[in-house]
């Protein structure tokens, strides 16, 4: 064979091989690296799900408006977050939502060793027991990326892991209306296929620090226009 074709070939299997293994460890519904929990069966049954917080300017609007509709979501909480606002952390424990673990200071699990892995995670749960008297049974992977050994570590902790099947993408400088689409053709996907729903948005940054902190006001606003919508029931994981 050419040689440059042989070189090409492998440069091929070599793309493809990483493409696979980005797949595998990044992409919020995969289970090649092993289960992780995603939705129920119910095509009515929608988890709000809120990461990165807490945050002072964005927590306790939310709180507000989900006591108005007397509904209960997950939050995936940073350690350094609980750290710096404790009584916020505890007032989401008071007011009946879950509490998960995103780990002390929200790495890429995808590529950290087994050790990094365990002291975020330990380190996290120990914060927020501390903080809140609630041991979390929850762990969410940041950005969602996660290896073998990721979930072996969290499983050894008694850490259900916890990713999502609707992007809302509210990270990014999307309007109310857009955050809104990404849900309802997530949400509509899901319903077609039998499957409830497992929204991820976010009530903070994981970038947030207390001289700056990002505004999630639409994604507040789109959880106002989520809570009214009728035929929805939602559940906290």
Known sequence: ????????????ATALLAGGALYAGMWPTSQIYGHT????????????????GPSPDNTPALLELLAQHNVHATFFLIGEHVRRYPQLARRIAEEG??????????????????????RELADCQRLIADTTGVTP???????????PATLRVARA??????????????????????IIANIDRDVGRNQRK?????ILL??????????????RANTLAATAELLMRPGLRFIAL
């Open 202 to 215: 976010h009530d903070a940054s994981h970038l947030d620090t207390p001289q700056k902190l990002a505004s």
């Open 97 to 118: 939502h879950s509490i998960g673990n995103h780990t002390m200071t929200h790495p890429n699990l995808f590529r950290s060793s087994s050790a990094t892995t365990h």
């Open 194 to 198: 039998g499957r409830g729903s497992n």
């Open 157 to 178: 902790m008694h850490l259900e892991p916890v990713m999502w099947n609707v992007t809302a993408k509210d990270w990014q400088p999307l309007s109310v209306e857009a």
């Open 37 to 52: 929990w995603i939705a129920g069966d119910d095509p009515s049954e929608v988890a709000l799900t809120y990461d990165d």
């Open 1 to 12: 064979m050419n040689p440059f074709a042989t070189a090409a070939l492998g440069l091929s």
């Open 137 to 147: 049974r929850l762990f969410r992977p940041p950005f969602g990326a996660r290896n």
